[in-house]
Nanobody
Framework: QVQLVESGGGLVQAGGSLRLSCAAS????????MNWFRQAPGKGREFVGS????????YYADSVKGRFIISRDNVKKMAYLQMNTLKPEDAAVYYC?????????????????WGQGTQVSVSA
């Protein structure tokens, strides 16, 4: 089972950028899709984006499409979420997650491992 640790969260002004990182250990990182989800206070966990095992295929939620970019480095066992033009409504705890599938997926039902989460705060 792959273990995941996120980093890179923090406080940023609206319109700013942050890059989240997700370090993986154990498991078969290079053969499964990696996903990002987020959860704001009082709300359910929301899909943000997913990247397939090879890094070629990506899928994004409409709310972040054109602003966020997911990437991965299978040699370093790292996944990244570049967040640009941040909005106050992007504030949440962000989680990286390993999928059981090689292709991008948006369902939490396909997640086999979660990171502990990293807080992103956006000031207006």
């Amino acid at each position: 089972q792959v273990q995941l640790v996120e980093s890179g969260g923090g406080l940023v002004q609206a319109g700013g950028s942050l890059r989240l990182s997700c370090a993986a250990s154990g498991g078969s990182f290079g053969t499964v899709a990696m996903n990002w989800f987020r959860q704001a206070p009082g709300k359910g966990r929301e899909f943000v984006g997913s990247i397939g095992w090879s890094g070629i295929l990506t899928y994004y939620a409409d709310s972040v499409k054109g602003r966020f970019i997911i990437s991965r480095d299978n040699v370093k066992k790292m996944a990244y979420l570049q967040m640009n033009t941040l909005k106050p409504e992007d504030a949440a705890v962000y989680y990286c997650a390993a999928s059981r599938l090689p292709r991008p997926t948006l369902s939490t039902a396909d997640v086999i491992s979660w990171g502990q989460g990293t807080q992103v705060s956006v000031s207006a």
